[in-house]
């Protein structure tokens, strides 16, 4: 008949606890996997109709949209901002007093006087046609659209509501849709009037005289 010794007890007693304590140092100490999401602590920033200026100065700046700032008096508003993401296309961004609620993005087409005369040569029926087509292609853009009678220019934009969670990407996105628009309003300007005057020209009348042999 075997007998136990004194380490016959105590060995399963010992590797029990060192194995607990090795489990202990693992979960105290071994790493965590990094989440794959970018912190920032702008997610906790609250947007308001008083900071929102702030903001969209760091926004703008940090995106490296070339901007500039605007003194104007009409509308009555409590800042405005000229963006350029092209040299050809700017682009205002205005908090108007009116509309407190909002940023308010737009810009103006001016129409070149080539294109103008070429307008003004339109019949009223060629006019309403054109028109229509216009504010058809603005439509698609989701763009409000609005024009002076004399079309001289076109004058385009986009709310964009100041919400607690308004973040970067809604505002460079808005930006970026309005530039779109100009060059598609611009597009069809001109591929239109073109295309009437093209439409409008008489056609060479073939020539009677005989060929020469």
């Not at 060629?126 to 009678?149: G, H, P, Y």
């Not at 295309?195 to 005989?210: I, N």
Request: hydrophobic share 45%.
């Amino acid at each position: 008949m075997s007998h136990w010794t004194f380490w016959d007890w105590i060995a399963p007693l010992v590797l029990m606890i060192v194995a607990t304590i090795i489990f202990i140092l693992k979960t105290l100490f071994v790493s965590k996997p990094v989440e794959l999401h970018r912190t920032s602590s702008e997610e906790n920033v609250v947007i308001t109709p008083e900071n929102v200026e702030s903001m969209v100065r760091r926004w703008i700046t940090e995106f490296n949209v070339t901007n500039t700032p605007l003194h104007i008096t009409d509308p009555p508003n409590y800042f405005a901002i000229q963006v350029n993401p092209l040299p050809q296309n700017p682009i205002t961004l205005i908090h108007t007093q009116a509309h407190a609620d909002y940023l308010t993005v737009l810009s103006v087409l001016t129409i070149s006087p080539p294109h103008k005369r070429l307008y003004d040569a339109l019949s009223t029926e060629a006019r309403a046609e054109f028109l229509q087509k216009l504010r058809i292609e603005i439509a698609r853009a989701k763009i409000l659209c609005t024009t002076d009678d004399s079309f001289s220019s076109i004058q385009i934009e986009k709310l964009v509501p100041i919400t607690t969670s308004l973040k970067e990407g809604e505002l460079i996105q808005a930006i970026q849709d309005m530039n779109y628009a100009l060059i598609l309003l611009r597009d069809v300007v001109v591929l239109e009037l073109n295309h009437g005057q093209a439409a409008t020209q008489p056609s060479p009348t073939p020539s009677t005289a005989a060929s020469p042999h």
